[in-house]
């Protein structure tokens, strides 16, 4: 029974929480929800150049296996042509605080052929279909990708 009761208060808690919190403008959602989408774009494009412009300096990710990466492992992931293509879906832009948005997606990534056959050679599975978190930050008047982290999308059992 307590922890009914304990679960139930953190559930209203969560909820009344979530609920107060400003949410961004409908130019800064659909602004940031954009550069989310770029980031995949510059990727499958190979063109690190606009990664770069959309990266902050002290970038850092979470891949799907849960390694954390830099922000010159991910321009290298551009350069080195990881992704043939993608689709871009289910996007929501949720306000931290005045100078920073997380922009929550989800995606369905067909990665080129040499990157799959190099990770067949290493035994490792990539899923097709991710949820991925951005968290944009107001850097001197430009919005900066901070922060990204994969979560692969299963069946759960």
Do not use: H
């Amino acid at each position: 029974m307590k922890s009914s009761f304990a679960l139930a208060y953190i559930a209203i808690v969560c909820t009344a929480s979530f609920a107060q919190a400003p949410q961004p403008n409908d130019a800064d959602s659909q602004m940031l929800i954009a550069r989310s989408q770029s980031v995949l774009a510059a990727i499958k494009a190979k063109d690190a150049a606009a990664l770069n412009n959309l990266l902050a300096d002290d970038f850092r990710s979470i891949d799907v296996a849960g390694s954390l990466g830099s922000r010159q492992e991910m321009l290298g992931t551009a350069q080195g042509g990881f992704l043939s293509d993608f689709l871009f879906y289910n996007p929501q832009a949720f306000r931290i605080d005045n100078d920073s948005v997380l922009v929550s997606y989800d995606t369905a990534m067909t990665l080129s052929e040499a990157v799959r056959q190099e990770l067949a050679e290493d035994n490792i599975t990539w899923p097709r279909y991710s949820r991925i978190s951005d968290l944009w930050v107001r850097q001197g008047g430009e919005w900066k990708l901070k922060f990204e982290q994969f979560t692969p999308l299963r069946a759960m059992y």
